[in-house]
Nanobody
Framework: QVQLVESGGGLVQPGGSLRLSCAAS????????MGWYRQAPGKQRELVAG???????NYADSVKGRFTISRDNAKNTLYLQMNSLKPDDTAVYYC????????WGQGTQVTVSS
């Protein structure tokens, strides 16, 4: 079965850093476009960062220059390095694998607060 298992979320102070990981199984990972999305309470889910199977990346304007998405196909793992975190980054973060069919992780909470 397909599984996307996220880790690395938690509570961090403004200006701090976190690294999220998404371990994928049950798919040919290298053939999937991958992405990180987030959803804050009362708001729509939004794309934070994406990376194609060819390695090209794109970022939401709100995180550009602070977040870096990467993938390790040998480990079937997607990463999101988050630096200079702000309270507005507080949300549930979801991992997505996209091809002919899309798969989602369970979500992991990121809270940025002093």
């Amino acid at each position: 079965q397909v599984q996307l298992v996220e880790s690395g979320g938690g509570l961090v102070q403004p200006g701090g850093s976190l690294r999220l990981s998404c371990a994928a199984s049950g798919i040919i990972f290298s053939l999937y476009d991958m992405g990180w999305y987030r959803q804050a309470p009362g708001k729509q889910r939004e794309l934070v960062a994406g990376i194609t199977r060819a390695g090209s990346t794109n970022y939401a304007d709100s995180v550009k220059g602070r977040f870096t998405i990467s993938r390790d196909n040998a480990k079937n793992t997607l990463y999101l390095q988050m630096n200079s975190l702000k309270p507005d980054d507080t949300a549930v973060y979801y991992c997505k694998a996209a091809s002919h069919y899309d798969y989602w992780g369970q979500g992991t909470q990121v809270t940025v607060s002093s």
